[in-house]
C-alpha cells in the first residue's frame, strides 16, 4: 500500500501516526506528494488532488483521512483505535468533534493564502469562534483520556499541534488545562514524533 502525504497536512498526519500506532510501517509505504501541483501519483490515486490517498495492494484507492484511518485500523487486530461495544461511540464523538475544530483551523488558515484586498476577517472569526467552542467540549472530554491509544486522542493530538503550529494565537493552554496537561505525554510517542510538521 502507499500512503500519500505531505508533510504540513494535519490530515495526512493523522493517517501516517495511524499507520505507526498499528504497526503496519512494513506494509505502508509513505509517499512524499504535492497537492498544489497536480502531482501525477496523487492524482493517480485521488483525482481531487487532496491527501491523505491511500493507494491499495489491488489498485483501488481510498480518500478522505477518517475513511482511511478506520481501515488501516482493521489491518491489525492489536489495538484497536475505534474501541468495540459502546465505547466506540464515545471515541467516534470526541474524534469528530476533535477533526471539525481540525477543520476550523485549517479553513482560518487557508484565508490567509488569499490576496489581502479579498481576505475575509468575519470568515476567520468564524473559525475562531469554532474553535473556541469546541475546545470548551473537549477539554471535558480529555479529562476521561486512559492510557489506552484511541482514534479520538490521535485526533486530537494532531489538532493541537496543528494549533501550534499554524495558529498559534488561539493561546488554546490558557483556557484548556486537561489538554494543555495530556498532551505532553502523547506527544512524546513515537508516532507523533516520526510525523512532526516543518517547523516553517
Same mark, same amino acid.
Given at each position: 500500500?502507499?500512503?500519500?502525504?505531505?508533510?504540513?497536512?494535519?490530515? $495526512? +498526519?493523522?493517517?501516517?501516526?495511524?499507520?505507526? =500506532?498499528?504497526?503496519? *510501517?512494513?506494509? !505502508?509505504?509513505?509517499?512524499?506528494?504535492?497537492?498544489?501541483?497536480?502531482?501525477?501519483?496523487?492524482?493517480?490515486?485521488?483525482?481531487?488532488?487532496?491527501?491523505?490517498?491511500?493507494?491499495?495492494?489491488?489498485?483501488?484507492?481510498?480518500?478522505?483521512?477518517?475513511?482511511?484511518?478506520?481501515?488501516?485500523?482493521?489491518?491489525?487486530?492489536?489495538?484497536?483505535?475505534?474501541?468495540?461495544?459502546?465505547?466506540?461511540?464515545?471515541?467516534?464523538?470526541?474524534?469528530?468533534?476533535?477533526?471539525?475544530?481540525?477543520?476550523?483551523?485549517?479553513? $482560518? +488558515?487557508?484565508?490567509?493564502?488569499?490576496?489581502? =484586498?479579498?481576505?475575509? *476577517?468575519?470568515? !476567520?472569526?468564524?473559525?475562531?469562534?469554532?474553535?473556541?467552542?469546541?475546545?470548551?467540549?473537549?477539554?471535558?472530554?480529555?479529562?476521561?483520556?486512559?492510557?489506552?491509544?484511541?482514534?479520538?486522542?490521535?485526533?486530537?493530538?494532531?489538532?493541537?499541534?496543528?494549533?501550534?503550529?499554524?495558529?498559534?494565537?488561539?493561546?488554546?493552554?490558557?483556557?484548556?488545562?486537561?489538554?494543555?496537561?495530556?498532551?505532553?505525554?502523547?506527544?512524546?510517542?513515537?508516532?507523533?514524533?516520526?510525523?512532526?510538521?516543518?517547523?516553517?
Amino acid at each position: 500500500m502507499k500512503l500519500m502525504y505531505a508533510p504540513p497536512s494535519p490530515f $495526512a +498526519r493523522k493517517a501516517r501516526v495511524t499507520a505507526i =500506532e498499528k504497526g503496519l *510501517q512494513e506494509r !505502508v509505504e509513505f509517499v512524499l506528494v504535492n497537492p498544489m501541483g497536480d502531482d501525477p501519483t496523487l492524482l493517480a490515486a485521488n483525482p481531487i488532488s487532496k491527501i491523505p490517498a491511500l493507494e491499495l495492494d489491488n489498485g483501488s484507492s481510498l480518500i478522505d483521512s477518517a475513511l482511511i484511518c478506520s481501515y488501516l485500523d482493521t489491518l491489525a487486530d492489536t489495538n484497536p483505535l475505534l474501541g468495540s461495544g459502546d465505547e466506540t461511540w464515545e471515541i467516534q464523538r470526541v474524534t469528530y468533534l476533535a477533526n471539525a475544530i481540525l477543520d476550523a483551523a485549517v479553513a $482560518a +488558515r487557508m484565508e490567509w493564502f488569499r490576496p489581502e =484586498e479579498i481576505r475575509w *476577517q468575519p470568515w !476567520v472569526d468564524r473559525q475562531h469562534a469554532a474553535i473556541t467552542r469546541g475546545l470548551v467540549e473537549l477539554e471535558k472530554a480529555a479529562k476521561d483520556f486512559g492510557p489506552q491509544v484511541t482514534m479520538a486522542q490521535i485526533t486530537t493530538a494532531v489538532m493541537l499541534e496543528y494549533l501550534d503550529f499554524r495558529l498559534p494565537e488561539t493561546n488554546w493552554r490558557d483556557n484548556h488545562p486537561a489538554l494543555a496537561a495530556w498532551l505532553p505525554g502523547f506527544s512524546s510517542r513515537e508516532s507523533m514524533q516520526q510525523t512532526q510538521p516543518p517547523t516553517s
